[in-house]
């Protein structure tokens, strides 16, 4: 099953605030927004997929609760960011300091910043063009490290700010780099079937 994509007429624009209450209303369904409005409903992941984002989201969460430099999120997190996308990462993570500079009303709802850093699982079903895409976005409204990895053929690629995509085949580990300090994620229960 692949992603819909609904274009609305202008006429038919949401507000912000529209759109987190659809989202609220529809909470069993994962919905992101372009830039230019464009309301994109994913459709639940597979079993395989599933098992994988958990385990990249755990390695993220225990990581970070170890260092206590930031916050890290699932994929149920909405980013407003800087130029009017609303989008949920697979795993991100954004530093402490951004995160505590936020209102308790900002926290609550779609977090107004891009994350620092941004996973994207591909599954069988995603277009590689269109993940692709959003990591670029996701780069140009700051975040500063992102992966894209792709089981299916064991390749990852790393976006950096300001730096070309590098693309590695079948690494069996990815370093944070100095944006995730000392984190480094197995890739081995990732590429391995379930």
């Known amino acids: 099953m692949t992603a819909i994509t609904l274009n609305f007429p202008s006429i038919l624009a ?9 989202c609220q209303a529809n909470a069993d369904l994962r919905l992101e927004r372009t830039n ?9 992941t597979g ?13 993220i969460q225990a990581w970070s609760r170890q260092n206590n430099l930031g916050i890290a999120f699932d994929s149920s997190t909405g980013f407003k960011l ?9 795993a991100s993570w954004v530093r ?12 609550r709802k779609f977090l ?11 599954s069988e079903s995603d277009s590689l063009t269109k993940l692709q895409a ?20 064991q390749q990852v690629e790393i976006y950096r700010s300001g730096r070309e995509v590098e693309i590695l ?21 990732i590429f391995t079937n379930v």
């Open 169 to 189: 085949q079948n690494p069996s580990t990815l370093s944070g780099e100095d944006i995730l300090q000392n984190f480094e994620l197995n890739l081995k229960p």
């Open 36 to 44: 230019e409005g464009e309301l994109i409903i994913m459709p639940p």
């Open 112 to 122: 107004p910043l891009s994350p620092d850093f941004v996973v994207e699982l591909r």
């Open 14 to 22: 949401l507000t912000d605030e529209q759109f987190y209450q659809l």
């Open 134 to 153: 959003k990591m670029q976005e996701y780069l140009d409204n700051g975040t500063q490290l992102g992966w894209l990895i792709d089981p299916q053929t």
């Open 96 to 107: 402490r300091d951004r995160w505590e500079a936020l209102s308790a009303e900002q926290k």
């Open 47 to 59: 079993g395989e997929t599933g098992h994988r984002n958990i385990e990249i989201a755990f390695q």
């Open 82 to 90: 800087p130029n009017g996308a609303e989008r949920s990462p697979d």
